[in-house]
T-cell receptor, first 112, second 114 residues
Framework: GEDVEQSLFLSVREGDSSVINCTYT??????LYWYKQEPGAGLQLLTY?????DMKQDQRLTVLLNKKDKHLSLRIADTQTGDSAIYFC????????????FGGGTRVLVKP | EAGVAQSPRYKIIEKRQSVAFWCNPI?????LYWYQQILGQGPKLLIQ????????DSQLPKDRFSAERLKGVDSTLKIQPAKLEDSAVYLC????????????FGPGTRLTVT
């Protein structure tokens, strides 16, 4: 079955790096995603990674995928107060249908 | 490019009443999704349309929820009758044909059932 787990909360100082972790159970997942949700807003796609990749970097964001351990992480370099939000990890099969299965979200609080 | 539009943004109803939500996807996007996000949880897919056909509605409580996407563009999601546990944010998302791994979300409709 599908299950995506995340830690609930992360507190980080402005300027430090943040690392948000996620584990998933479905070994046939094709795509893995990170979404950001600010209060009262919808979900914003931050980045995604194909399952045949180990790492993807996009400006301040680095995604690491350990397929053997079914572990995904998002590192945010030089964390800013505007990065305070809830971050969701999600997986999909990538084929027709492409249902996203989300984790419960990690609330990130950036302290000045 | 305009994003996914949803209305209303907020709705408060009493249990056993009916409610409808509207979604207008990004122009040209063939696939449309409705998700339910209960407070403190991640979104859960309710139904997915490809053009005006249903691809997946396995998690839609069909005894009270219905959805349609006429002409393959706008969509409405209806709850009749509402229960207290239906209180949630209802998110609409869309994705382009052939690029289904990128889903773009609307701002959501926050439903409170009292």
């Amino acid at each position: 079955g599908e299950d995506v787990e995340q830690s609930l909360f992360l507190s980080v100082r402005e300027g430090d790096s943040s690392v948000i972790n996620c584990t998933y159970t479905d070994s046939s997942s094709t795509y893995l995603y990170w979404y950001k949700q600010e209060p009262g807003a919808g979900l914003q796609l931050l980045t995604y990674i194909f399952s045949n990749m180990d790492m993807k970097q996009d400006q301040r964001l680095t995604v690491l995928l350990n397929k053997k351990d079914k572990h995904l992480s998002l590192r945010i370099a030089d964390t800013q107060t505007g990065d305070s939000a809830i971050y969701f990890c999600a997986e999909s099969m990538g084929a027709a249908g492409n249902k996203l299965t989300f984790g419960g979200g990690t609330r990130v609080l950036v302290k000045p | 490019e305009a994003g996914v539009a949803q209305s209303p943004r907020y709705k408060i109803i009493e249990k056993r009443q009916s409610v409808a939500f509207w979604c207008n996807p990004i122009s040209g996007h063939a696939t449309l999704y409705w998700y339910q996000q209960i407070l403190g949880q991640g979104p859960k897919l309710l139904i997915q349309f490809q053009n005006n056909g249903v691809v997946d509605d396995s998690q839609l409580p069909k005894d009270r929820f219905s959805a349609e996407r006429l002409k393959g563009v706008d969509s409405t999601l209806k709850i009749q009758p509402a229960k207290l546990e239906d209180s949630a944010v209802y998110l609409c998302a869309s994705s382009p044909r052939g690029v289904s791994y990128e889903q773009y979300f609307g701002p959501g409709t926050r439903l409170t059932v009292t």
